[in-house]
């Protein structure tokens, strides 16, 4: 069995210790968090987490975070890209709060392992599985978050860089195997998870990525809020990301426009041929009506003409 075909049926594991990770401290870390991001920082228990989008005062999407909360800190587990773009916007605002942030990136090294059987592998291996999405469990010297990248159920480790190695021996003596880069992209289109950097970036507002659980509808005043509300008031997303079906094996470049009738309606983010589906796999922003009538689709370009559907 293939890396890719374990992460679709049974389990697989990847590095992911290049993810940039933030420690936050000080008396003020959870409200300044609170106040920067788009979900519900303040309320959260020690041991729980979230997923949260960092936006601009205009509302567009400066970054995401996965949010884990312990005892007296708290972690962002961010993008590479983003990560030292996230923590410049963080320390621009901290102005009279008790807030030091701690690059740990260098660190903390993690390990995701994803697939269908995720959970039983785990306990075979005697890895905690947190109780809830996106909560945490510690685990030797580090701990052990509920988290995926590509859809399927996942766990992502962390611990000292020192303990890796240790680790992922374990997995492949375990009969796991590694997935590379190219393997958790297509699984993950396959799903239709978006990802920061490629799928939402700071050209989007909050509703048009579809990514419900990042934004916490009742949580006070961050950061970006009025434009997010002014939108959920007036109802103005015109587009809106959603897995795309596209005939064939070449995946279109990033930019593509699809045509209905003629008329442009959507633009792919992502897209990659998926072996198991025999088709191309794609997120795209998709024009709200189109979404609603869902017409028959054309890459645009193409010739012959290469169909597509929502």
């Not at 939108?231 to 930019?255: D, W």
């Amino acid at each position: 069995m293939t890396a890719y075909q374990a992460l679709r049926s049974t389990t697989a594991w990847f590095d992911v210790s290049n993810r940039g990770k933030i420690r936050v401290l000080g008396e003020d870390n959870a409200r300044l968090l609170h106040a920067m991001s788009t979900n519900d920082v303040k309320n959260l228990a020690e041991g729980a987490g979230l997923y949260a989008f960092f936006l601009t005062d205009k509302g567009r999407i400066l970054s995401d975070a996965y949010i884990y909360r312990f005892a007296d800190t708290i972690l962002l587990d961010t993008e590479p890209e983003t990560a030292a773009i996230l923590r410049d916007h963080l320390d621009h605002y901290i102005i009279a709060d008790d807030v030091t942030l701690e690059d740990e990136t260098s660190i903390l090294a993690a390990v995701d392992i994803e697939g269908p059987t995720t959970f039983e592998a785990a306990s075979s291996l005697g890895l905690p599985v947190p109780p809830a999405s996106f909560s945490t469990s510690p685990w030797k010297n580090g701990f052990v978050a509920r988290v995926s990248v590509t859809g399927a159920p996942g766990l992502r480790i962390f611990l000292p860089v020192a303990d890796i190695v240790s680790l992922t021996s374990r997995l492949q003596l375990a009969g796991i195997p590694q997935a590379h880069p190219v393997d958790v992209r297509v699984v993950r289109l396959e799903h239709g998870t978006p990802r920061y950097g490629e799928d939402i970036t700071s050209r989007y507002l909050a509703q048009e990525t579809q990514v419900a659980h990042a934004v916490h509808s009742n949580k006070g005043c961050y950061l970006g809020q009025e434009i997010v509300e002014r939108v959920r008031a007036q109802g103005q997303v015109h587009r809106l990301l959603s897995p795309v079906h596209i005939a064939g094996t070449q995946p279109p470049e990033p930019g593509t426009k699809l045509l209905a009738a003629g008329n442009p309606v959507a633009e792919i983010t992502s897209a990659v041929y998926s072996e198991a589906l025999a088709e191309v796999v794609a997120l795209a922003y998709v024009r709200r009506e189109a979404l609603h009538d869902k017409p028959p689709l054309v890459v645009a370009g193409s010739s012959p003409e290469i169909t597509a559907h929502l």
